[in-house]
């Protein structure tokens, strides 16, 4: 089949669909209505002659023609990417879409520059686009290896093959409570019997695989999978739980979280700007790699 304009623009939905797990899921990442999206999404599929999932009530399903056409659409649109670039880098003019991929909160850290970055790269090109989508940490990565996105924001204690990392700053993690909780407003003599009765929030991130041995109550009913849901489950005053001290300061300053023996219970972990070995670096790539490496060099 021949591609056109409106083939690229239906197969960036059906990767986004994918991505997101589902076509509700993709609403807010494409910022169209659910019968919007499964419109395109059918008109694809007429387009390819395919069924590329499954919709209903059993949920969301990717087809094996389906799993097939999501890779060849990675692959093409990276390569539109990387022909848009190179055209714009013939002209001494920086083009194309940046996409970032990064994990939850680092707004909060002021050490932190990708708003900087962006800020730059703006000014030296007006054909930019950004798109930045926040993941959990393992998503950063496989984000990174698939071309979806040109750089990551992340952390990795297992390095995955392919993949360059290079360390930006160190992330510091505290054990809070927040108020309600018996660890709250308890005796210093209290403290280590609350300690051990006290439920540990569990987290995929990557952060709190640092933490596994430190003595305390990980069988739990509470699981997060992102920074915010930590901080919610702290609020409810059942639960204590590891946080970015960036993060967590909001709620310190407000009289809402209480910090736990940080001499014992905290951990750092460098937070890592991940490239591929593999992919082609286009002329947008390079500088925004540049960029990030530039602006977090600079003192705070």
């Known amino acids: 089949m021949q591609v056109h304009d409106v083939d690229l623009k239906l197969l960036r939905i059906f990767v986004a669909i994918v991505e997101c797990g589902g076509l509700s899921a993709a609403e807010s990442r494409l910022n169209i209505g659910r019968s919007t999206i499964s419109a395109h999404l059918s008109d694809l599929e007429v387009r390819l002659g395919l069924k590329l999932c499954k919709r209903g009530r059993s949920g969301f399903e990717i087809t094996e023609p389906g799993r097939i056409t999501y890779q060849a659409s990675l ?20 083009s194309g879409r940046v996409t970032i ?25 007006n054909n930019i686009q950004f798109d930045i989508n926040v993941c959990e940490t393992r998503e950063v990565e496989t984000s990174v290896i698939n071309g979806r996105s040109l750089v990551g924001l992340g952390v990795s204690r297992h390095p995955i093959r392919g993949l360059e990392y290079h360390p930006l700053h160190n992330e510091i993690n505290y ?14 003599v ?3 019997k609350l300690l051990k009765q006290a439920e540990v929030i569990t987290s995929n991130y990557m952060r709190d695989k640092e933490v596994r041995n430190d003595g305390l109550n990980y069988t739990n009913s509470a699981t997060a999978y992102h920074d915010e849901g930590i901080a ?46 593999n992919q082609l670096t286009s002329a947008l790539a390079q500088a925004l790699i540049d960029e990030i490496k530039q602006c977090h060099q600079q003192p705070n």
């Open 232 to 277: 919610q489950l702290i609020l409810s005053g059942g639960f204590i739980g590891y946080l970015p001290g960036h993060y967590a300061s909001y709620w310190v300053d407000k009289g809402q979280f209480k910090v736990i023996r940080t001499e014992k219970y905290s951990y750092q972990i460098p937070l890592m700007l991940i490239t591929s070995k």
């Open 190 to 192: 209290e403290q280590a």
């Open 101 to 125: 991929a990064t994990i939850d909160t680092l707004v909060s850290d002021p050490r932190c520059r990708i708003a900087e970055v962006i800020a730059n790269l703006k000014a030296k090109g």
């Open 75 to 94: 692959e093409l649109l990276q390569q539109c990417e990387a022909f848009a670039s190179t055209v714009a880098s013939s002209k001494d003019e920086l």
């Open 175 to 188: 054990l809070y409570c927040g108020k309600g909780h018996p660890l709250f407003d308890c005796k210093p």
